[in-house]
């Protein structure tokens, strides 16, 4: 069961702070050598619970809570998650509710793999102008959480929370000293001349790591661009500045410009639940119905 769980960790680029992957992968070599009982681990991280969306007046409150993943897999039944095929459902049926005003995203996690995020943050970017998306750091919004927060309208901070970690990173085990030690020696029959590339039973090769390295290097540049657009800012702007892969606190975020404003959850629903707030998006959807009915 575990080995194509690991075989997927190693071969997935991470939009995630680097002390959660490496908890992750310990999980999964722990997990592997048989020293890890599920029911136990399960029963100790309480295991996974679909996040529920809840309704504060005309404000859609959606979670996005532990390690980002575009399908739900085995960590996230143990340790939780969000999916971002979920989140994105999430969203489409609060933007298509007319009862709805706003959306804010309560964010809690250190981000993820980054299969599906670039398609969400696109989605969400794409939903400016029908709804007011809000993202709000509650307390951690890491990397591939950032990316698609930095889709929003607005990004805000609690005052003790921490955002950025722009960045994607990539690992591979070499076990081969190890399975040496154990008498153990792999053999791997295949076609195709990179097919083998990169398996953990040999040392990485030039070729393989320079490979590696350009897949990293093409989902940062497509990370640095969403949030550069979401921003409104440069792509080399977002590079030389604040995405060089660091976590920061809530007043430098802002100073920086990676958040609007330092506030907690709690006030910013009810800010964006005020009769004033909700005249003003009622008038620009109006603005906008008036525009679209012209063209």
């Not at 680097?18 to 890890?36: H, N, R, V």
């Not at 996040?51 to 575009?70: D, E, L």
């Not at 739900?72 to 969203?91: D, P, R, V, Y």
């Amino acid at each position: 069961m575990y080995d194509r769980i690991i075989a997927e960790f190693l071969s997935t680029p991470w939009a995630i702070i680097p002390e959660k992957l490496t908890e992750i992968s310990a999980f999964l070599s722990l997990a592997a050598a048989g020293k890890l009982d599920p029911a136990q681990v399960k029963a100790a991280y309480g295991g996974a619970q679909a996040p529920q969306t809840k309704t504060a007046g005309a404000v859609q409150v959606i979670p996005v809570n532990g390690v980002i993943s575009q399908r739900m897999n085995l960590m996230s039944e143990f340790s939780g998650g969000t999916s971002t095929q979920g989140l994105a459902k999430q969203i489409r049926g609060a933007v298509a509710d007319p009862a709805v005003g706003a959306i804010v995203l309560d964010v809690s996690s250190p981000g993820g793999s980054v299969y599906g995020v670039e398609e969400l943050a696109q989605e969400i970017y794409n939903a400016r102008g029908d709804k007011k998306i809000v993202a709000v750091a509650n307390s951690l919004m890491a990397s591939a959480a950032y990316w698609i927060s930095s889709a929003a309208d607005e990004i805000v901070v609690t005052p003790g929370g921490e955002l950025g970690s722009i960045g994607v990173i990539a690992a591979h085990t070499d076990r081969s000293k190890a399975m040496d030690a154990l008498g153990v020696k792999t053999t791997y029959i295949s076609a195709g001349k990179y097919k083998t590339e990169g398996n953990p039973d040999e040392p990485l090769s030039e070729d393989a790591q320079a490979f590696m390295q350009q897949r990293v290097n093409e989902y940062y540049d497509a990370f640095t661009k969403a949030v550069a657009r979401g921003r409104g800012a440069t792509a080399a702007a977002v590079r030389s500045g604040y995405g060089q892969g660091r976590v920061v606190g809530a007043a430098e975020a802002v100073s920086l410009g990676l958040a609007d404003r330092v506030d907690t959850l709690d006030a910013t629903i009810a800010r964006l639940s005020t009769p004033r707030a909700q005249r003003s998006r009622r008038n620009a959807a109006a603005q906008r119905l008036e525009i679209e009915e012209r063209i």
